[in-house]
């Protein structure tokens, strides 16, 4: 079945580093764009940054954007997300989400990323 | 992309109707057939209700269902149930792989 298991999740101080992957499986990961999007506690969805199948380009909200990579491995059926300059703000439910059209019918479990000091 | 924007909060009685507006711009919603709308349960993730405006995923119920008019869409949920209470979210595709979510609504049923 279609599962996305999101990790690397964690606390981390301002200013540090985390790395989250999202191992895929149960369908075609290198034809579709794959996407992060996170949720601060008590707020609403956000898109993060998004990457296209082949990987050609990447896109990032403004508030990332510098900060934060997103990259994927076909080989592996993994999307990543590299997230550096970490600040209290960036404290969210991180999901990884896609879609075949233009809606997102999987979501992962999503994973808790704490920046505090 | 700024955030689409949704009412805070509706509320309505078992039974009765209730609509969810979501107004975006002519790059997104209004450019595009391509709004959809999540159900959010407190600590889960999103659950997709409606797709390409007008569309339900298998095994949603018919009482949800999606209009869009220029730069407005709308969800409408007929007869409300208890179990339809939850946070809403819309989302629409915004072009370039990239989609631009509401600010989301809280569903309460009196």
């Known amino acids: 079945q279609v599962q996305l298991v999101e990790s690397g999740g964690g606390v981390a101080q301002p200013g540090r580093s985390l790395r989250l992957s999202c191992a895929a499986s149960g369908f075609s990961f290198n034809s579709q764009s794959m996407h992060w999007v996170r949720q601060a506690p008590g707020k609403g969805l956000e898109c993060v940054a998004v990457?296209?199948?082949?990987?050609?380009?990447?896109h990032y909200a403004d508030s990332v954007r510098g900060r934060f990579t997103i990259s994927r491995d076909n080989s592996k059926n993994t999307v990543y997300l590299q997230m550096n300059s970490l600040r209290p703000e960036d404290t969210a439910v991180y999901y990884c989400?896609?879609?075949?059209?233009?809606?997102?019918?999987?979501w992962g479990q999503g994973t808790m990323v704490t920046v505090s000091s | 992309q700024s955030a689409l924007t949704q009412p805070r909060s509706v509320s309505g009685s078992p039974g009765q109707s209730v609509t969810i507006s979501c107004t975006g711009t002519s790059s997104n919603v209004g450019g595009y057939n391509y709004v959809s709308w999540f159900q959010q349960d407190p600590g889960q993730a999103p659950k997709l209700m409606i797709y390409d405006v007008t569309e339900r995923p298998s095994g949603v119920p018919d009482r949800f269902s999606g209009s869009k008019s220029g730069n407005t869409a709308s969800l409408t949920i007929s007869g409300l149930q208890a179990e339809d209470e939850a946070d809403y979210y819309c989302?629409?595709?915004?072009?370039?792989?990239?989609?631009?979510f509401g600010t989301g609504t809280k569903v309460t049923v009196l």
């Open positions: 989302c629409s595709y915004a072009g370039s792989f990239t989609f631009v």
């Open positions: 989400v896609t879609g075949k059209y233009y809606f997102f019918d999987m």
């Open positions: 990457i296209p199948h082949d990987g050609s380009i990447e």
